[in-house]
């Protein structure tokens, strides 16, 4: 076994001196017993275990199981500990924003910023219900803390939010079955791994939540049909949150105002959206009406969104401060707001060094790391910048942590550091209450193409599975 160090990120399974961290011990006993004749026949058969799941939902054509790397994160229930909760606190931020930004009384985020942003539409009116954000994921990064030293005590950044559409439940319980069966039974075993047995469901009832009906509300999950590529995860939640699975072209609004699924004529109180708005409203005609109305309920309310602008996620710390009185436990990587203009002069100066994204976007699309890029594709990113510079914001280009990822090599193992993130999602199960929170006790890791940042599936990273360890 040989492990690759090349990036000046702080490893998480190996210590500077190339000695694995005490935690990760029996992991990598296990990887050596295995030996590479036996990982890779466990590959395929987990490969063809979830192809198999794929094809019990009729999904016959294409690969929809995910690009992955076995071996698991882990995180100490201490870290584990710290991280959550100050996830919880942001989430409760976030929610008192958005009832304000109803009301109107908001007083936290520049207007500027919100009518700036391609997210919201100051023509709609919002109706977000007494708990605006029933699931939301945060993408963090950690960070060797400058007085640990090298045992591995971290520090967290959020880099984003994602409350429209994120990848994450359905995908982290898949790797969990694979990682508890099929390659480190024996660690998993031996480890006091956290459950993600239950979550699924979990998700079901925060969903439900938003309706008056509560647990008998009828649930669907809208999904753009088989060429998405996370299909079968829209599958996974329906069958696992006991809702519909229904693309737009099933649902219609009747003639007294209420959301139809026409194939079961069952009437829809609470959609799970996991297709873009644009598609959502221009394919079922009168359904902004239905929700405004309170007939149905659709999770990402219009305007709700705005939440995943990067530029409304500068304004989160001092959310905190302002709407719940105390100190963020958890800060955002440093970030620059190009719709301000002193912040907009600093990142034209430094434009090369910095990571610049655009507002808006998702997937790892439209962002330029000013370190990994050509003079000329830096040039060209900042001609698409300046002819709209509000729409972009700017983060520090960080050395955050690396994990490892595992190929085998005639009968060795090749572990290479590569960039890794945490995608943790959050619940508001509460009906009436949005201080209460629930963060599911496990993570989807994404990790980068080697010498890559951009952790994202559709940028070329890969999944994991996360083990948070109880005490």
């Known amino acids: 076994m040989r492990f690759e160090r090349k990036l000046p990120g702080t490893n998480e399974v190996f210590l500077e001196n190339g000695e694995p961290r005490p935690v990760y011990e029996g992991i990598l006993a296990e990887l050596e017993d295995t030996g590479t004749n036996l990982w890779n026949d466990k590959l395929y058969k987990a490969h063809e275990t979830l192809l198999n799941e794929q094809y019990s939902f009729g999904i016959k054509t294409g690969d929809k199981t995910h690009p992955t790397d076995f071996i698991p994160r882990i995180v100490p ?63 963090v990064v950690a960070v060797e803390s400058r007085q640990a030293g090298e045992t591995g005590g971290w520090e967290y950044l959020v880099l984003e939010e994602n409350a429209k559409m994120p990848v994450g439940l359905a995908a982290m319980t898949r790797r969990r079955r694979m990682s508890r069966e099929f390659f480190f039974p024996e660690a998993h075993a031996e480890l006091p791994v956290r459950s993600l047995d239950g979550w699924l469901a979990r998700l079901g009832d925060s969903l439900r939540a938003a309706s008056p009906k509560g647990a008998e509300a009828t649930l669907a999950v809208v999904s753009s049909g088989p060429e998405d590529q996370f299909y079968l995860d829209h599958h996974i939640y329906a069958q696992e949150m006991d809702a519909i699975l229904a693309e737009t072209r099933h649902l219609k609004v009747d003639g007294d105002g209420y959301l139809v699924h026409e194939p079961t004529d069952q009437r829809v109180d609470v959609i799970y959206e996991r297709v873009d708005e644009d598609r959502l409203y221009a394919e079922i005609s009168g359904l902004l009406e239905c929700h405004v109305s309170g007939k149905t309920h659709v999770l990402f309310a219009p305007n709700s969104e705005i939440i995943d602008d990067k530029g409304v996620g500068v304004f989160i710390p001092e959310m905190v401060r302002t709407y719940l009185g105390e100190e963020p436990l958890i800060q955002n990587a440093r970030t620059w707001s190009l719709a301000l203009e002193e912040d907009r002069k600093y990142v034209m100066e430094h434009f090369g060094e910095l990571v610049v994204k655009s507002r808006g976007g ?3 699309k439209e962002v330029m790391i000013g370190p990994e890029e050509t003079q000329e594709n830096i040039e060209k990113f900042r001609k698409t910048v300046e002819a709209n510079p509000v729409e972009f914001i700017a983060q520090e280009t960080i050395d955050f942590s690396t994990h490892v990822l595992c190929e085998s090599q005639g009968d060795d193992f090749l572990l290479r550091d590569s960039y890794a993130d945490y995608r943790v999602i959050a619940l508001s199960p509460d009906p009436e209450d949005a201080g209460v929170v629930e963060v599911v006790p496990g993570s989807l890791t994404r990790v980068a193409a080697p010498g890559k940042r951009i952790v994202n599936i559709s940028s070329g990273g890969k999944m994991k599975d996360t083990w948070v360890l109880g005490r």
Do not use: H, K
């Open 77 to 139: 229930a201490d870290d584990w500990e710290r991280l959550s909760g100050s996830l919880a606190q942001r989430l409760r931020a976030i929610n008192e924003f958005l009832r304000r930004l109803e009301a109107g009384n908001e007083e936290v985020v520049p207007r500027e910023v919100i009518e700036s942003s391609i997210l919201y539409d100051t023509s709609w009116r919002d109706r977000f219900g007494p708990v605006p954000v029933r699931q939301i994921a945060f993408d």
């Open 362 to 364: 998702y997937g790892g």
